[in-house]
């Protein structure tokens, strides 16, 4: 089993090791880490038959992983940093959808700086804190395809 320890640096590839052991529907989706940085991570997924919908397009909840996965990356990278013990939450999700997604979608979360001052502010004050974190997915010819907004919550661990 692979679980991230904290003197671990995060990487795609260990993140999807982490993804096929503790979220297999989405390992097996081809929801995958492309890149990491301390402000942005990329996910991709390619529309293939396992996750597609009726319509031949990929299944909004995929969307969904892969957008949510470009954030909580993010967000795991961060609390891993911090080497505090710190839960994190998933406690809202909304998403919107313009464009029928076929072939690869790539999706940007750029939250990372902003992340790590909400994250900062829980530290200093050992309140927990909401921290709204967006997702854009586009399509290999750059049309935005879906957008996801997430709420995570961070708090010290007692």
């Known amino acids: 089993m692979v679980y991230l320890c904290r003197n671990m640096t995060l990487t795609p590839s260990k993140i999807n090791l982490f993804t096929f052991s503790k979220l297999p529907a989405a390992y097996f989706c081809g929801v995958r ?4 940085t301390e402000t942005d991570c990329v996910t991709t997924v390619r529309h ?3 996750n597609q919908n009726p319509f031949h397009s990929l299944f909004w909840a995929v969307q ?5 996965l470009a954030t909580g990356a993010l967000v795991m990278q961060g609390v891993r940093a911090s080497g505090r013990s ?3 939450l998933l406690v809202n999700a909304q998403g919107t959808f313009g464009k029928k997604a076929t072939g690869k979608i790539t999706f940007l979360c750029s939250d990372g700086a902003h992340f790590a001052s909400v994250l900062q502010k829980t530290l200093h004050t050992g309140e927990g804190q909401i921290c709204k974190m967006y997702a854009e997915g586009r399509d290999e010819n750059g049309n935005i395809v879906s957008q996801f907004h997430f709420e995570w919550s961070v708090k010290l661990r007692a």
């Open 64 to 68: 969904g992983m892969a957008a949510e």
């Open 86 to 88: 710190i839960s994190m």
């Open 33 to 36: 880490v492309k890149s990491i």
């Open 48 to 50: 293939r038959w396992i």
